[in-house]
């Protein structure tokens, strides 16, 4: 079956990068997500990247994808307090109306010091 | 992007009582809906999938009976959570697709808690 690994926490301080990494076990990925969840709220798709493609660039965030191990990341640059919550890696095998139909891992704390 | 709604944001309700969550999407149609639930800290589990005018695709261990889905409208999904207990206290979320979209908008989670 899907299975989506994150660890579990991370803590940068402010203006530094964050790197959140997540593995998967699906090789017929058709798209990998990041969410970002606040307390008591539900998610916010921050990006997402197609299954041919290796690299994402979207203002601060980058994802890196490598298929072949199949190993995903989010880099944000100069990390803001603001950023701290946790960020989920998702993946979808459908295609059509199954697209949503999204596999997530644990999600990641992230936790950033002034 | 397009906005999901659900309602309500959260409801406590007393044991063996059912429970019913909507899900709206605002300003698309919403030809497939999905159904999350989350325990504390830790991942979206999806339960089910429904389609507009048929019958929901429940994952396996998810029983059918407890949880009734019902998308009866291309901007309207409904979850009922049968004779509750507090073991299915938890953080209800849905998502909704169109047809031309690559990806699933979510709502802003349901808290349930059944006392």
Request: charged residues 20%; proline residues 2%; neutral net charge.
């Amino acid at each position: 079956g899907e299975d989506v690994e994150q660890s579990l926490f991370l803590s940068v301080r402010e203006g530094d990068s964050s790197v959140i990494n997540c593995t998967y076990t699906d090789s017929s990925s058709t798209y990998l997500y990041w969410y970002k969840q606040e307390p008591g709220a539900g998610l916010q798709l921050l990006t997402y990247i197609f299954s041919n493609m290796d690299m994402k660039q979207d203002q601060r965030l980058t994802v890196l994808l490598n298929k072949k191990d199949k190993h995903l990341s989010l880099r944000i640059a100069d990390t803001q307090t603001g950023d701290s919550a946790i960020y989920f890696c998702a993946e979808s095998i459908g295609r059509g109306s199954t697209l949503g139909r999204l596999y997530f891992g644990r999600g990641t704390q992230l936790t950033v010091w002034p | 992007g397009a906005v999901v709604s659900q309602h309500p944001s959260w409801v406590i309700c007393k044991s063996g009582t059912s429970v019913k969550i909507e899900c709206r999407s605002l300003d698309f149609q919403a030809t497939t809906m999905f159904w999350y639930r989350q325990f504390p800290k830790q991942s979206l589990m999806l339960m089910a999938t429904s389609n507009e005018g048929s019958k929901a695709t429940y994952e396996q261990g998810v029983e059918k009976d407890k949880f009734l889905i019902n998308h009866a409208s291309l901007t309207l999904s409904t979850l009922t959570v049968t004779s509750a207990h507090p073991e299915d206290s938890s953080f209800y979320i849905c998502s909704a697709t169109g047809n031309m979209n690559t990806e699933a908008f979510f709502g802003q989670g349901t808290r349930l808690t059944v006392v």
